[in-house]
């Protein structure tokens, strides 16, 4: 069974850092890629990275203050983000393409149910 779970979500003050975690089993994937969603608003592309070459791609809004990398021996795959804003509090969804690399939401094949990032000023 494929699944992405998704964790480290929380509060955390405006300048702050924190780090969110998405651990994948059930398959190799050939990239994970980080999506969000703030109330009111659609989903958009954070970052992403692909797992065979490690080869990352961070959307401009969050260039500079986001980091994907990944632990292949845990399956594992991080979003570190620094300089954080309130405009980056949004649900944090962790997704997966197993047949090529792909950045777009209609290029997943697996999703996890995500996790609460709120940041206050």
């Known amino acids: 069974q494929v699944q992405l779970v998704e964790s480290g979500g929380g509060l955390v003050q405006a300048g702050g850092s924190l780090r969110l975690s998405c651990k994948a089993s059930g398959r190799t994937f050939s990239s994970l890629v980080w999506f969000r969603q703030a109330p009111g608003k659609e989903r958009e592309f954070v970052g992403g990275?692909?797992?065979?070459?490690?080869?990352?791609y961070y959307a401009d809004s969050v260039k500079g203050r986001v980091t994907i990398s990944r632990d292949s021996a845990k399956n594992t795959v991080y979003l570190q983000m620094n300089s954080l804003k309130p405009d980056d509090t949004a649900v944090y969804y962790c997704a997966a393409s197993w047949n090529g690399v792909s950045w777009y939401s209609d290029g997943m094949d697996y999703w996890g149910k995500g996790t609460l990032v709120t940041v206050s000023s």
């Open positions: 990275i692909s797992y065979s070459g490690g080869s990352t």
